[in-house]
């Protein structure tokens, strides 16, 4: 039993000094912080959903994804992305999804995204364009 616990203790021991050489080798890691509000009167977006995609070299989206929620006052936060490109996507009912990318380059940083309503869609077949010429 106790040789059991020994073995359980050396794996998790080398598992933690794996994971710290890992985060060693990607480089300085910063804490993102998001603030979504609309754009008409700055109130903040609940429930607005964060996708995190990191970029590639000329710019492609690199395989994986992270997803956060907003909360009541429109926040949402995540520690640990490595500095470079990070592609940001914003999606709640009601509103236009937005997209930008940002270039990660400190250890704190803050995001203000400003959602809009949708457009009004514009049709051929509406009638009000159906005015025939004198």
């Given at each position: 039993?106790?040789?059991?616990l020994s073995v359980l ?6 598992l933690?000094?794996?994971?710290a ?8 890691m910063s ?7 609309r754009?008409?009167?700055?109130k903040p ?5 964060v996708?995190?995609?990191?970029v590639?070299?000329k710019?492609?989206?690199a395989?994986?994804?992270?997803e ?5 006052e429109?926040?949402?936060s ?13 999606l ?7 997209g930008?990318?940002y ?7 803050e995001?203000?995204?400003k959602l809009k309503h949708?457009g009004?869609?514009?049709s ?5 364009n159906?005015k025939?010429?004198q």
């Amino acid at each position: 039993m106790k040789s059991n616990l020994s073995v359980l203790l050396v794996i998790a021991v080398v598992l933690a000094i794996g994971i710290a050489w890992a985060q060693d080798d990607q480089g300085p890691m910063s804490s993102v912080r998001f603030v979504v509000v609309r754009d008409t009167d700055g109130k903040p977006v609940r429930n607005a959903e964060v996708v995190l995609h990191p970029v590639k070299r000329k710019g492609k989206q690199a395989n994986g994804e992270m997803e956060l929620k907003t909360d009541a006052e429109g926040k949402a936060s995540i520690d640990g992305i490595p500095y470079g490109p990070l592609r940001v996507q914003v999606l709640a009912p009601h509103f236009q999804t937005f997209g930008e990318d940002y270039e990660i380059n400190k250890p704190e940083i803050e995001l203000t995204v400003k959602l809009k309503h949708p457009g009004d869609q514009y049709s051929i077949y509406d009638n009000h364009n159906d005015k025939k010429p004198q």
